[in-house]
């Protein structure tokens, strides 16, 4: 999706899973402007100030040593480059909390406040923080697997 909006540059994904880095390289064989590394986000193989915005999913609270990560994704973006990191399983959001036994892989549950001083640690500056809802009408007889109930994935 990305790719679409690199019009005059590249997008670069990273994956620590060779299998993710397959099925996205077959996924999107058809842009000229992708490319992807199997690699860590705490030793990224690329030189100082290589990319002018970063992007995270859902990935931060699975890194083993969160302030190496982020201060290696602040070596690799030029100065005054973006870094987005979008999460949903953080303190202030408790009806997320379930989600750490069943994800069965360590996590580390941090605060909005921890996040910032992390950030700020790593060398970022302009740091801040939003609370999205998504719109989408969630259906009367919710059955999914991220919430055990209704009310929680309301929450």
């Known amino acids: 999706m990305l ?3 690199a019009f005059n540059g590249r997008v670069t994904g990273i994956d ?3 299998e993710m880095i397959r099925v996205a390289r077959e996924s999107s064989r058809s842009l000229p402007n992708v490319d992807f590394e199997i690699a860590s986000a705490e030793q990224l193989p690329f030189p100082d100030h290589e990319f002018t915005h970063a992007f995270s999913m859902e ?3 699975y890194y083993r040593n969160i302030p ?3 201060k290696e994704i602040h070596r690799v973006l030029k100065p005054g480059g973006l870094f987005v990191a979008i999460m949903d399983l953080y303190w202030e959001n408790e009806a997320t909390h379930q989600w750490i036994d069943t ?3 360590p996590v580390e549950l941090l605060s909005v406040g921890d996040y910032h001083s992390l950030f700020i640690d790593a ?3 302009h740091i801040r923080d939003e609370r999205l809802f998504d719109p989408t009408p969630i259906p009367e007889n919710y059955t999914g697997s991220s919430f055990k109930s209704r009310e929680d994935y309301e929450e």
């Open 103 to 105: 994800l069965k892989v």
């Open 3 to 5: 790719a679409e909006y």
């Open 16 to 18: 620590i899973s060779d």
């Open 59 to 61: 990935s931060l609270y």
């Open 68 to 70: 190496k990560a982020l």
């Open 123 to 125: 060398g970022f500056v």
